[in-house]
């Protein structure tokens, strides 16, 4: 049979918001494995991916077709593809061959823009199968369908998803002699957005600065501890007096402020600024025991 | 040499000679208007209808030749269901617009054949809200919130540009189509010589004549 020429086993399960495809990574001619790196599975957008079974060289061939129809979609329409357009696309591109198909039979799992999952598969001549738990196609189909439905169960969130899947994969094709070495799995999560600081980096660069002087100015109008002497003379290094308030404030400005603003110019400055007032506390120190 | 298509110039001339139109596009959807007014009391005006339906979200009226119209209308509906059989999805507004004056575009660069003597007015809704597109003979084609075609566009486009304001809604947009149509009318309006169709979160609908005839009361 031609779809056990190249063997493959692809399956896709939906979890809660969110979905996985996996496919095995052997490509070989017959009996004999040529490749272990071999690509089912092709990412057509952020939240919508395609895994193929069945004749390699349709494989790569059909991916590419579809890439270009859903590329001219997105510049014409100038929006991403729902899910269900996409299945009714492949649909309507394998049965433009009906009378001489593409030996393949596609698996989609994707997200729309809600978030909400989406699994389906079809036939070689574009009938569509929409499920709500899994699909699966390759030359391992039915050891995969026995392994998805005692494996699958719903709302399974990404990390349980993901060891579901694997395991379904990967018992899956030990029974199949021309699927498997090795395997490869797609978790397809919402995108919840960039995580960004709240205020601009450059205000997360002078917090720092400005909690070193705060403390200082603090140190120097309260905390003066030498005895008898009203004001700090000017000419003397103000760190080495007050370097305890100044780690204070240095501390706190290049430690919490980084943590916060999760941003590696902060983390930077905080790193000079740390390490200038060490510098001055070992002078101090160094100074101190001179005396 | 001048530039101008000459060919085209007369096509937008034989649009401008053609009973006027009007299209207004609110936030709630649009509307779209047209005068329908025949030569002879003997004329059976409600078994044809202007105002057509392109899809269920998107209709379709014009000014100018008739019959260039109905063939426009006719590759319209086909574009918009070979869209549907392809994508099993309806077509936006934005999608069918550029087909349609791709084919208008067509017609004023191939051999043996003239651009058509119409001018369209296309409003539909969707995901992305109403639109109201309208479309030359030259294939170039425009997004308007408000205008008019046809006789008297000028004056109907001065007039829309006074009573136009965003926030209208489409009973308002309705009332200000009739009052527009109205401008260059002459004789009395009835529900018999205008159609309007409305464009709404449901969808595209032509109004029957007593519908039309109870906004015309409103005036």
């Known amino acids: ?291 | 040499p001048s530039g101008k298509l000459v060919q085209i110039e007369y096509a937008l001339a034989a649009v401008a000679a053609g009973s006027p139109s009007i299209g207004i596009k609110v936030a709630n959807g649009a509307v779209l208007a047209t005068e329908k007014k025949y030569k002879s009391l003997l004329y059976d005006e409600n078994s044809t209808h202007k105002i057509a339906r392109i899809t269920d979200k998107i209709g379709m009226i014009y000014s100018g030749m008739g019959p260039d119209y109905r063939v426009l209308l006719r590759k319209a509906r086909k574009l918009a269901q070979e869209y549907q059989m392809k994508y099993q999805d309806l077509i936006p507004t934005s999608q069918l617009v550029e087909k349609v004056a791709s084919v208008m575009q067509e017609y004023t660069q191939s051999g043996g054949v003239r651009p058509f003597g119409v001018s369209l007015l296309i409003a539909g809704t969707g995901d992305e809200g109403p639109y109201l597109y309208q479309c030359d003979p030259s294939g170039a084609y425009f997004a308007w919130k408000a205008t008019a075609l046809g006789r008297n566009h000028v004056n109907g486009k001065t007039f829309l540009e006074k009573r136009y304001n965003e926030e209208m809604e489409l009973e308002d947009a309705i009332h200000t189509a009739i009052l527009t149509l109205k401008e260059s009318f002459d004789g009395q309006m009835t529900e018999d010589n205008i159609e309007i169709g409305v464009v709404n979160s449901s969808g595209f609908n032509r109004l029957t004549p007593s519908e039309v005839k109870d906004y015309l009361a409103a005036i």
């Open chain 1, 1 to 291: 049979s031609i779809f056990e020429y190249n063997g493959s086993a692809i399956c896709a399960m939906t979890g809660k918001n969110c979905v996985a495809i996996a496919a095995d990574r052997r490509f070989g001619i017959q009996a004999q494995t040529i490749a272990h790196d071999f690509q089912r599975i092709y990412g057509m957008s952020d939240h919508l991916y395609i895994g193929f079974s069945g004749l390699a060289t349709d494989v790569t061939t059909v991916a590419n077709k579809l890439k270009f129809r859903l590329n001219m979609y997105m510049l014409r329409e100038n929006r991403e593809m729902k899910p269900e357009t996409f299945m009714a696309m492949v649909s309507s591109l394998l049965y433009e061959k009906r009378f001489g198909p593409y030996f393949v039979e596609p698996v989609i799992a994707g997200l729309d823009k809600s978030g909400k999952p989406y699994v389906g598969s079809l036939d070689l001549i574009g009938c569509p199968m929409v499920t709500e738990d899994f699909v699966v196609t390759g030359t391992a189909s039915e050891q995969l369908y026995g392994m998805c439905e005692s494996l699958w169960e719903p709302d399974l969130e990404p990390e349980d998803l993901f060891e579901s899947i694997s395991q379904a994969l990967l018992n899956a094709v030990d029974r199949d002699c021309i699927s498997g070495w090795g395997g490869i799995v797609y978790i397809i999560k919402p995108f919840l957005g960039k995580k960004r600081s709240y205020l601009p980096n450059c205000v997360w660069l002078l917090t720092p600065i400005l909690l070193e002087g705060i403390a200082f100015e603090v140190a120097v109008s309260r905390f003066w501890p030498i005895k008898g002497v009203e004001k700090m003379p000017l000419e003397r290094n103000f760190f080495d007096q007050y370097s305890v308030f100044c780690v204070f404030g240095s501390v706190f400005g290049c430690v919490v402020v980084p943590l916060i603003a999760q941003s590696i110019e902060s983390v930077i400055l905080s790193a000079i600024l740390i390490s200038i007032t060490a510098n001055h506390l070992t002078r101090r120190n160094n100074s101190s025991t001179e005396k």
